[in-house]
């Protein structure tokens, strides 16, 4: 452990079960600073205080530790305004990230590409950042042509670090209907745009339920020379017809994004979504969640008009997690994977979505038989111990 003794950011998990998102058994983890640095059958307490006599060491026993969630579709500034302006969200806060067990962000804007602003959205992501989580964002909106910082999709991607794809809206009332022609240029310029800057270029899709589905999605895959994985289709699950024409999708190869939560009749609820899915053969490497969190969720009649507005809750990602394993039944390692594995891996987040050597030191430790959220760490700073919030927003009251 040579070359650490000046580092006094040091932390010992102590014999919990390691999911990597697989299974490796009860293990020690050691976190100096922002990374995990080793993971071992036995780690003894005495060389970590060697190094550190105030090294924070944590007792795992009784609990899984898994990767941190990832939440790749997440308004953090703020969203809606379908009813009017007393319909627009406000910025999310720290402290409801944490409770959510939600360790990385991607930020992006809804329906507003007009009065609310991409420079605010990048602000907010960079202020995350600051107070303890990761944070990126995706360029554009719902709207084509899609808004952007920069004079293009393409100069977001590369000038910008945050930036890693570019936001869209299809099928919806809502959305600007874009042509196959000008949603291929959308994911052209993406695509160019991501592999010039060493990004992902992900074409993040707001999917609405318009009959046409994801039929334009499944014209440019057969017609062009862009890959299927480029695209992220979301809100999969919003009724039975999507959802059989994302199966198809599954099947050939691209990534299906579900929404958490539970917002009208017609909705599937994720966690029995992925069931579901993987009974069809779907692989699951395939399938993410994201929780819509912080937006407004309107409720429409058949003339379209609103009847009803809620806000996504931020913790729902947990609480789909919660299901897949107790009520689905699913294996935790696949519970890991649909939220937090699969997406740093589609979107290139090459430190973050594993317990591993040297990857991002982003954790969640439950309780294993209640799956109580007991601890949450984030690039290596405590944000929850003992199921209580440790660090708040900057403008949060304690």
């Not at 003339?303 to 997690?321: G, H, N, P, T």
């Not at 299901?323 to 979107?347: G, Q």
């Amino acid at each position: 452990m040579g070359g650490y003794e000046d580092i006094m950011n040091i932390k010992l998990l102590k014999n919990g079960k390691v999911y990597t998102p697989e299974c490796v058994g009860i293990k020690d983890v050691l976190i100096i600073n922002d990374k995990i640095i080793s993971i071992s059958e036995n780690i003894p307490k005495s060389s970590i205080h060697t190094l550190d006599k105030k090294a924070k060491i944590i007792n795992a026993s009784g609990c899984i530790v898994v990767p941190g969630f990832i939440d790749q579709h997440i308004h953090i500034n703020g969203a809606g305004g379908e009813g009017g302006p007393q319909y627009r969200t406000d910025p999310v806060e720290l402290s409801k990230l944490v409770k959510g067990g939600i360790t990385s962000v991607v930020g992006l804007l809804g329906i507003d590409g007009c009065a609310r602003s991409l420079r605010a959205l990048l602000m907010k992501a960079k202020g995350l950042e600051k107070e303890g989580i990761s944070a990126w964002i995706y360029t554009g909106a719902y709207q084509y042509p899609s808004p952007t910082i920069t004079e293009g999709i393409i100069s977001d991607l590369m000038l910008i670090d945050k930036v890693i794809g570019v936001k869209i809206a299809l099928s919806d009332h809502r959305s600007s209907h874009p042509t196959v022609g000008e949603l291929t240029k959308i994911a052209s310029d993406a695509r160019v745009g991501g592999m010039m800057a060493g990004k992902p270029g992900i074409v993040h899709i707001h999917m609405g339920e318009e009959k046409v589905g994801l039929n334009p999605l499944f014209n440019i895959i057969e017609n062009t020379q862009i890959p299927i994985k480029q695209f992220a289709p979301t809100h999969l699950n919003r009724n039975e017809l999507l959802f059989k024409q994302a199966i198809e999708f599954g099947k050939r190869g691209g990534y299906m994004d579900l929404t958490a939560g539970s917002s009208n009749e017609k909705k599937l609820k994720a966690s029995k979504a992925v069931s579901r899915l993987v009974k069809t053969g779907v692989s699951l490497k395939n399938i993410t969640i994201s929780t819509d969190g912080n937006g407004s969720m309107p409720k429409f009649n058949e003339r379209k008009e609103i009847i009803s507005m809620q806000i996504a809750s931020v913790d729902s990602l947990y609480r789909e997690f919660f299901d897949m394993v107790k009520k689905e039944k699913l294996p935790i390692e696949n519970a890991v994977r649909v939220t937090s594995t699969n997406i740093a891996e589609h979107l290139k987040l090459e430190k973050k979505g594993k317990v591993k050597k040297d990857k991002d030191a982003d954790l969640i430790i439950f309780d294993k038989d209640t799956l109580r959220m007991k601890y949450v760490i984030a690039k290596g700073k405590v944000l929850m111990e003992n199921e209580q919030v440790k660090v708040l927003g900057t403008f949060e009251k304690k």
